[in-house]
């Protein structure tokens, strides 16, 4: 599959990169905090492994937050199909909240915004900051008490090394959009 640069009327553009590691944001309509309690992030958590899963795109951390989420995946052979992954796990979390909260048609996500990332020092610094966003949005004041991201997860299945490069990337540079307080 070849690279591929995508344009949509109304929404950001897409640049799909076979095998590439991504950066995925994605927005609660006009930034409401309806992913109030543990169970709604919970469920949120679970499609999104699932998902992934689903579509060959291997995470490699996530954070779900009361109006937002980040995660970072690596792209299947065929990158495409991160839309199609993101419409399914948009629209499936939509049902399954608005049935948990007696819903009917209410409208939960905004939209999604990816980078394709393409330096190492940008992975790195991508990865921490994903794993720091609890405590860059007051949640938890250390983000191992944060069971809604991968930090615990990344603690248990990363050797030292890579840890320690992680956490030593600064994010002060990190040009991501997040202005969800």
């Known amino acids: 599959m070849e690279d591929i640069y995508k ?35 919970f469920l949120v958590v679970e499609v999104l492994l699932e998902r992934a899963t689903h579509w060959g795109w291997s995470l490699e951390a996530w954070a779900i937050l009361e109006n937002h989420y980040h995660f970072i995946a690596h792209a299947p052979e065929n990158a495409l199909t991160l839309g199609k992954l993101m419409k399914q796990f948009h629209s499936k979390t939509t049902v399954m909240l608005n049935k948990l909260d007696g819903e009917t048609g209410r409208q939960i996500w905004h939209n999604y915004w990816d980078t394709c990332i393409t330096h190492e020092t940008s992975y790195y610094a991508r990865l921490n900051y994903v794993h720091l966003n609890p405590v860059k949005h007051g949640l938890v004041e250390n983000t191992e008490d944060y069971p809604f991201c991968s930090y615990r997860w990344f603690l248990e299945k990363a050797d030292n090394d890579f840890q320690e490069a992680i956490k030593n990337q600064p994010i002060g540079r990190v040009n991501i959009f997040d202005e969800f307080d």
Do not use: D, E
């Open 7 to 41: 344009v949509y009327p109304h929404n950001p553009p897409h640049y799909f990169v076979p095998n590439a590691i991504y950066m995925v944001t994605g927005s609660t309509l006009y930034k409401k905090r309806l992913l109030t309690s543990n169970k709604h992030k």
